[in-house]
């Protein structure tokens, strides 16, 4: 931590605030410049608030030097994080694409997606039975009978299931179905869920809330991480902003940046940032150029019946157009679809 | 539902989306203007997703006219809710005072703070059990031993007790202890909680969300209230924006805003909003000033060795202070503080 | 400048990042902790762009340890800046209300709204005659002649004038009728126009950008003082966020922060902060207890046929009610409404 | 204008509403649902304020249905604009590079630059010869030395020249030596700005205002084509939001939101969206797959020695590279780099 003194400071005031740095328990260097004095101090725990330092008289400002997270970042680990499952891996050279619709509403529609999403080369099908909706009057999901039917079209078309948990109560079932856990934005700092999440060997994708900065994403991966489950990919989708012309803002600066600072996959949801379906395709590519590890996309045959997010679903033969560019895209940066 | 068409429109495309409207369960009435031809479609289901009409080609502009919340409209219920606990009306004439410290630390803490509470005229104390901290490394709080220690010393000196809940799990314990559930920003969307706190019938404190609307933070009390459960209190707790000179910013032109929508009472927390003791006090006479039904802040006898928040929390003389302003300013506006 | 160094950094690398820092100037110190080593530089200029820094090989952070802005701060100027103008004064123990129309309109009504606001005890009179508008198809102003019309009514009824200058051209021109030039939000940042009105000698009100930092918002300040004129206010008016229920979000802890940080006044406006005329009292009542030194509100006797903003101006007997209230508040926090 | 009105509304109200709106100078229908009663009303300019209705006692809501621009609207032209300058053209089909300096330093610099430039292939040449700077003490550009030197560096090797505009009076003098007149995002509400320059011959870059939506954009674009200057791109540099890991958010869905509403050519900037060099590269890929018209990035041989944002710009053998990438991206979507 470092912390900046107010200019012609007296010197009891130093001494105060030193004292009050020790009783924390740091070790202080004081360095005396031009115009101000900087203090140093070392040994501070993660998680010690510096407001508590901000606060004292004659402290101008105050820095935190150590990033808050650790397992996540890249200084504790250079390679990147590889998610293998079932001979698919995800963060490796092959870019993910996952696809489905938004909700499972039926065996004949999870089936009908599974064979389009299978047959346009895409690996992971997604779909959810527990549906966080902002009106109590909405759809809510088709719950257990949801899971078995999305399990079930999966593995006739030998794709990996994807699936999102909204509550402590459904980990055990949805962990007989599903094959990667999706912790959706708006629980995103659902810290009792991270927890028990985290005690599971399930591989987890774990949405940005809203509202979350890419340091306070990853202090939530934190969370599963530090409870032992390793196998993380984050994944962008859109931020809340002024801006309503979309449904969300894309927030594709992400992906490098994570890169950069952590190890883990990074994938991206161009669905749920733009919020329509025809500006799903130019923003797919955007965030395949951009360097995504993964990407999920909704798809439906008759999105005008979906049960929820129809207007943001690909119709059959735009998935297919996505696929085919985007194969050319990955090209141009050195990778591949898987 | 209104639907504006695009200019120059073919005859054949108003009868299509006509069509679609009517195949959705709508009855359509059709307005011809200037320039443009517009649709009513009356008998949408609130929870209806218009971004199904926006895709359809030849549609220029959608928009719902109804509020997708129902229960917690001022149109369904015109006078304000008052909540009853013990005695205490929240939502009344009385502008409620709430204050405590962020956690429950010990039993001398706790009673402390309980007295320095009481005696300055509040009636409702506030103390974490259960904390949800952004760092996995941070203190997460005392769990059940807070919670009776909180209502040991609540009860010593006749007050209420107000304290989070963040999982399901915890909904029976806290309720054992407390006589308000306090839901807090980052559940605010936690729609499994919300429901089954929609089925107790102990008095709830819906935090905003730090980046919801108003309409969403509306939406998520009527989760609760469409469960059962009708006594709600909002509480804005500032939002999350570009700015960064204060922990949030402090919206506190909601008040008006949610007293005009909603009959729900509405409380404020300038504790959280700004993140900084020295700005408590204003902020908590501008909430006031702004017409809030009741306040919640933080307050710590010893703030330097709090185990959580301790920079934003009063002491106890700061405290007694704004009691006596803001007892001034609530006889501006023709309310007391109770 | 603060120089946070990765983990496991190489001597050389480090070498070479003191070099560089010498190259650019300055006096580097080394201070080596536990985990990570932190360079001290000294010596920059206040216009150092630190990612100059954070891009070198073997950097983690870089943090500023000086205010960007100097002649704005309090550290240079303890004592509040105290504004006076033909016996009135700004910034000191009274708040100031300004009062008027958006737009000057006619004579028969700038001169009906200068008794009212006279009449009620506001001291200055504003009201616009080049009028900044998002549409090019709407009221620009009256210009010239409006300007005439408001130095009329603001004489006769002995009243000191604000208005808006636009663009540079127009300095001369208004400077021969008002009292204070008013740089509206959207100009904040238009550091031609600031630097020249830095060169005058008549007082300044500096709205606030609608997504200016408070950072940002003194460094403007600093335009205009470093070229000579002491005289300025400051004047929050809402910032952008994603909330739409008012026109924008009034940042009212922006008051205190601002105080602390800088000598000059700081003005509030709720009518263009909340864009709705009943949401103006209960904010007005809130600005004045956050501690604000001037209020500038719209009022107008017949709103719906205002040629600007009409439905967020005040009608008389409640701009009448609204000096009731807020002088009772004024006296709360011991101070009287001017 | 579609006006919805309070549920159990009494008639003479409906009335008084009516009364108001044919005041205004409206047509005006009634459609009575089941619910809610909804009004049309026809005839409006496109400057009315709605809210003038939306305060009238009885109104729930109120819609605009006619957007507010109307040159810069794909309803009014459906062509696409092509700007041509000296047998370049961009709004075609082939995406323009314009590549520099931020700031014009030397006659050595500028040269060096446009060579590096011209080699890769780039057809414009940027260069700042006036400068907004956040701060007064910062470097503000060589003036019009600077113009000359860019002018004749992009002689000697062909290029077009980009210079920004800052203010009325440097609008002539820029003009003798620009192809390109930029308005800053600072600048892109400067009114008085907009509307001279809609009344030159020259071609106009209208970079995005900091927090402007996307209509307020095209509404400045209206200010300069309502003055007769026809050849506008646009470009998005940005927004301001909460994420602070990249100097601004990089808003690429804009680019398609944009060519389906307006016909104008769009840019894109990712030096200063992400305002760090590492990021620029995968940002400028997207920016193409995403479907830009134009890009524009910052190139410097000295980086570390530039004036300003030396921090994001690209090394020359960066430049090149992303011009390798960036074709073979332009290719997939069936585009070339120009």
Redesign the interface.
């Known amino acids: 931590m470092?912390i900046?003194l107010?200019?012609?400071i007296a010197d009891k005031q130093i001494e105060n605030i030193i004292k009050?740095l020790e009783?924390f328990g740091f070790a202080v260097?004081k360095?005396t410049?031009?115009?101000?004095i900087?203090l140093?101090a070392?040994?501070v725990?993660?998680?010690f608030?510096t407001?508590?330092v901000?606060?004292i008289d004659g402290v101008?400002?105050v820095?935190r030097?150590?990033e808050?997270?650790k397992l996540a970042s890249r200084?504790f680990q250079k390679e990147n994080t590889v998610i293998n499952i079932k001979g698919i891996s995800i963060g490796g050279n092959e870019v993910m694409m996952i696809a489905g619709p938004c909700s499972i509403e039926s065996e004949e529609q999870i089936f009908t997606l599974a064979e389009i999403v299978s047959k346009s080369g895409a690996k992971i099908l997604r779909g959810g039975a527990f549906k966080?909706?902002?009106?109590?009057?909405?759809?809510q999901g088709m719950g257990e009978e949801g899971l078995k039917l999305i399990r079930k079209a999966a593995d006739a078309y030998h794709l990996l299931v994807i699936t999102e948990v909204?509550?402590?109560?459904q980990i055990d079932l949805i962990g007989k179905y599903t094959d990667i856990y999706q912790i959706g934005a708006?629980?995103m700092?659902?810290?009792?869920?991270l927890?028990e999440l985290g005690k599971t060997n399930i591989p987890i994708m774990l949405k940005r809330?809203?509202?979350a900065?890419?340091?306070?994403w990853l202090?939530s991966a934190?969370?599963i991480l530090?409870?032992g489950n390793k196998e993380i990919m984050l994944c962008e989708r859109g931020?809340?902003?002024?801006?309503?012309?979309?449904r969300n803002?894309?927030?594709?600066?992400?992906?490098?940046?994570l890169q950069?600072k952590s190890h883990l996959p990074v994938a991206a949801d161009p669905s749920h940032?733009?919020?329509?379906?025809?500006?799903v395709l130019?923003?797919a590519?955007?965030?395949?150029?951009?360097?995504a590890d993964a990407l999920m996309v909704e798809v439906h045959h008759q999105p005008?019946k979906a049960l929820?997010?129809?207007?943001?679903a690909l119709l059959p033969e735009q998935f297919m157009e996505l696929m085919k560019?985007i194969r050319?895209?990955a090209e141009?940066?050195g990778r591949k679809i898987a």
Not at 249 to 257: K, N
């Open positions: 470092v900046v107010e200019k012609n009050h009783d260097h360095s410049g031009v115009e101000q900087v140093g070392i040994g725990k993660p998680d608030d407001r508590n901000k606060i101008a400002e820095y030097i150590t808050p997270y200084s966080p909706r902002t009106s109590p009057y909405a759809f909204m509550e402590i109560a708006r629980n700092q659902n810290f009792s869920l927890k809330g809203l509202s900065t890419i340091e306070e202090m934190e969370y530090s409870n931020i809340r902003t002024f801006e309503t012309a979309t803002t894309f927030d594709l600066s992400a992906i490098p940046v950069k940032a733009t919020g329509l379906r025809d500006k130019p923003m590519r955007a965030a395949v150029a951009a360097g005008e929820s997010d129809g207007p943001q560019q050319l895209i141009v940066i």
